[in-house]
């Protein structure tokens, strides 16, 4: 992943502060049951607060994997990765698989879906709660909501403000599709593109983007 890219996307005080939270979770893996102690920012960490197992795995799709989850028969899973799921874990589930997504899809599918909303003109902001298929991103909606986020404000500060509403949103998913009437909107993706990882060059476009934003905010 270029680091100028990440540089110019989330400027010098998000790209520091992102920085070294990287470099604390990373040591904090090192330190055994200390560093577990010490952990308070990651899904692990708090798992372990409340004393929920944790099972480490490399693929999601292997078939001893899929084997354990069987066992285990769960009614919903929650997934929360850039990993493609296939039809074998996608079945496993009573209710299914649920993703959150940092757009208001069908819009912006794929990578840094936050990202792309920001960056467009006029920016809009919003999470998606929907279920996993096989098309990325493309499973039917659960739950949608439009936020308000100043538009000159840092992508670094868009997602902790998206982040930081995401528990709350899918909660509210999760209640919805214990309903006995639930019915989750049609995700009408067909003629969109995932997109990927942004480029240096949009990421230069972004940045010429936030200038004229800030500026004209100033006049």
Known sequence: MNLEILWLLLESAGFI???????????????????????????????RKYRIPVLHIQDPNSPDFIRRLREMSPDLIINQSELFLREGILSVPRLGIVNRHASLLPRFRGRLGSFRSHAQTPPEYGITIHFVEKELDAGPIILQERLEIDPRSSYAKVLDILFGESPRIMLEALKRIEGPDFVPAPNSYQGTKPYPFPTLEEARSYRETMKKRRQRSRK
């Open 17 to 47: 502060r992102n920085g070294w939270i990287g470099l604390w979770q990373r040591t904090l893996k090192h330190l055994g049951l200390i560093g577990t102690m010490l952990d308070r920012r990651s899904i692990e960490g708090m798992a």
